[in-house]
């Protein structure tokens, strides 16, 4: 701390010096002054874009989430017909996730279990996640939805046929 004041002492007595001298000293410049209603104008503009481009990168998150855990869900299913797997896979599954990302939560065997289900309410079969949401257009609304509600702090609009 003191080697800081030190060095910030000789710098101002070297600018006395220069000064006292005739020598050019650098002035801080003094603060632009601004129109009040332009700035307000370019402030919200800017706080507006910032939102709207959070809200886009939580969209597109969420969206890639929910086809992950769509996939994984898939996945886990085929592999249990095809392959006779039981259900402590499950269980292997999710301590080995869990090993392999410490800081990472939502791959418990409960959860994947749910993934399972998710990955059986639909029934297709491609291989690319451009093709998986085209033919599940529900997929891409579930993920627009719930992030949707969130961004906007607003409670969940009833669905058609809902009570």
Do not use: C
């Not at 706080?47 to 990168?57: C, L, N, S, W």
């Amino acid at each position: 701390m003191a080697k800081k004041k030190v060095k910030a002492a000789r710098k101002k007595a070297t600018r006395r010096a220069k000064a006292s001298s005739g020598e050019m000293v650098q002035q801080p410049a003094a603060p632009f002054q601004i129109t009040p209603a332009s700035y307000a104008d370019m402030l919200a503009s800017i706080k507006t874009r910032i939102e709207t481009a959070q809200v886009k990168a939580s969209l597109a998150v969420n969206r890639e989430l929910v086809l992950l855990y769509w996939s994984i869900g898939r996945e886990i299913l085929d592999r249990q017909s095809k392959e006779g797997w039981g259900a402590k896979v499950i269980d292997r599954l999710a301590a080995d996730l869990r090993a392999a990302f410490p800081d990472v939560t939502g791959f418990s065997a409960r959860n994947l279990k749910y993934m399972r289900s998710f990955g059986e309410s639909t029934q297709s079969q491609h291989d690319n996640a451009q093709d998986r949401e085209a033919s599940h257009p529900a997929i891409s609304r579930a993920a627009h939805y719930s992030v949707a509600v969130v961004a906007t702090g607003h409670e969940a609009p009833k669905r058609p046929g809902q009570s």
